[in-house]
């Protein structure tokens, strides 16, 4: 068992960036995969960012490509998502997310509480 929780959002300027961040509690750190979902609103949940279970590798969605980085710092059980070039298009509730397996599988087994990002014109 694992928690989860993320911190760092806010409301930014298109053009502007964030920094968000995920801590983690309970079990080892680096015994799951991480990573980042989001959700706009009036739509499903979507994978955001996330590391493979070995963290070797880092994934990114079509939207998020080029933008967005993810990265864990391990002595301090945190994974951040740093986000650039921020557009309304990005706003919504992020979501920190663990699985022990993979965590672009859209349903991760645990879930933060989420933060709040909202993006103006």
């Known amino acids: 068992q694992i928690q989860l929780v993320e911190s760092g959002g806010g409301l930014v300027q298109a053009g502007g960036s964030l920094r968000l961040s995920c801590a983690v509690s309970g079990r080892t750190f680096s015994s799951y995969a991480m990573g980042w979902y989001r959700q706009a609103p009036g739509k499903e949940r979507e994978f955001a960012s996330g590391?493979?279970?070995?963290?070797?590798?880092?994934f990114y969605a079509d939207s998020v490509k080029g933008r967005f980085t993810i990265s864990r710092g391990n002595a301090k059980n945190t994974v951040y998502l740093q986000m650039n070039s921020l557009t309304p298009e990005d706003t919504g509730v992020y979501y920190c997310?663990?699985?022990?397996?993979?965590?672009?599988?859209?349903?991760?087994?645990?879930w933060g509480q989420g933060t709040q990002v909202t993006v103006s014109s």
């Open positions: 590391f493979s279970w070995s963290g070797s590798s880092t």
């Open positions: 997310a663990a699985d022990a397996r993979t965590v672009r599988s859209g349903s991760p087994q645990y």
